[in-house]
């Protein structure tokens, strides 16, 4: 398996995210290391809804670069589960990224299932009305993909960039 960084990387949708990491210095030896890290990476489509005008702010800013990239980063090995426990995580640059679970139950309707018996035989068949489903949200951006693995943590693909506070781009 490849380390946290390989993994971006290799993900076409996050190239603008991956620029960013090498583009500060030290932050792709640091997500090459031991980690473990927690990475929450922006796709390219978040990276395009920013006004072109905060873009280029960005981009010829190193300082501001360093800040947000570093941001997106929470060491420690956080999966889509044990987000649920927290409501905020100290990100690699020393700003609280803060986490929102929403948890609820959708309706499905009534439908039987088998579920194989019990140990006497006694119980065949169920009927599931509801399922619980779980929204995680990071600074407002909602997680897309969660949980992708990798050798010194894990990547948790999200559709907006994280702004430290009093950062303005």
Not at 26 to 38: H, I, K, M, R, Y
Not at 47 to 52: A, G, I, K, N, V
Not at 54 to 77: E, S
Not at 131 to 149: C, E, F, M, P
Request: no cysteine; charged share 20%.
């Amino acid at each position: 398996m490849a380390n946290i960084f390989e993994k971006a990387q290799a993900e076409r949708k996050h190239d603008k995210f991956v620029k960013g990491v090498q583009s500060v210095a030290g932050l792709v030896e640091t997500l090459s290391g031991p980690g473990p890290f927690t990475i929450f990476v922006p796709t390219d489509e978040a990276f395009d809804r920013l006004p072109s005008d905060q873009q280029a702010n960005l981009l010829n800013d190193p300082d501001k670069l360093a800040k947000v990239m570093k941001y997106h980063v929470v060491p420690g090995l956080y999966t889509a589960d044990n987000l649920l426990d927290y409501i905020f995580l100290k990100t690699l640059d020393g700003p609280h990224i803060k986490v929102w679970a929403n948890i609820h139950e959708t309706p499905l309707g009534e439908a039987e299932v088998d579920v194989g018996g019990d140990a006497l035989n006694y119980i065949a068949r169920n009927t599931v009305a509801t399922a619980v489903r779980t929204s995680i949200k990071i600074n407002g951006a909602h997680i897309l993909q969660a949980d992708v693995r990798a050798d010194n943590g894990i990547i948790h693909v999200i559709d907006k960039v994280l702004v430290p506070p009093f950062t303005y781009l």
